[in-house]
């Protein structure tokens, strides 16, 4: 149950409307920032991605976006979990041909579908599920790591900060 002066930690930013709906309902938001994101610079992407495309997180086309390879992304299928990645690529012409609510929804449906190749464009600590399902499908894959997420605080840190 939540009562008033109840403390919450937040490891997002919240809008200002959200940040005063909580404060008027009596609740005290600390924002903490758990992680960091680090672009990669994408030395390693040449002029050929190989089959479709998966686009894991709006953070992997942040990075295509940094370091000006976004035009490599033209003329290709992709694929994105989640609509933030989407709607990043909407905003700069691409067309979608799917999204996922999860990995795991995109490794169901890679499990069905003829695809033999695919490149996925990911972070470094991606989770595992589209990975499993696409090796149990026999499906090859070039996992590409755009980004790299780094933990601010070790688990004992993180720890103390709760408990507070």
Not at 5 to 11: D, E, F, G, R
Not at 82 to 108: C, P, Q, R, W, Y
Not at 120 to 136: M, P, Q, V, W, Y
Request: hydrophobic share 40%.
């Amino acid at each position: 149950m939540v009562t008033a002066n109840t403390n919450i930690l937040s490891t997002k930013i919240l809008s200002p409307s959200s940040l005063q709906a909580l404060e008027c309902s009596g609740l005290n938001v600390t924002y903490v920032d758990f992680i960091s994101i680090r672009l990669s610079s994408l030395p390693e992407i040449g002029i050929n991605l190989d089959g479709a495309i998966i686009i894991t997180s709006k953070n992997a086309i942040k990075a295509f976006i940094a370091s000006n390879k976004i035009h490599l992304l033209k003329d290709t299928v992709i694929y994105c979990i989640g609509n933030s990645s989407k709607s990043i690529l909407k905003k700069h012409g691409f067309t979608v041909e799917k999204t996922f609510f999860d990995a795991a929804d995109a490794g169901k449906y890679f499990s069905h579908e003829s695809i033999k190749h695919l490149t996925i464009l990911c972070g470094n600590r991606s989770r595992k599920e589209l990975f499993l399902a696409l090796d149990n499908c026999l499906i090859k894959y070039k996992k590409i790591i755009t980004y790299y997420t780094c933990l601010l605080y070790t688990s004992d840190a993180a720890d103390d900060l709760l408990c507070v």
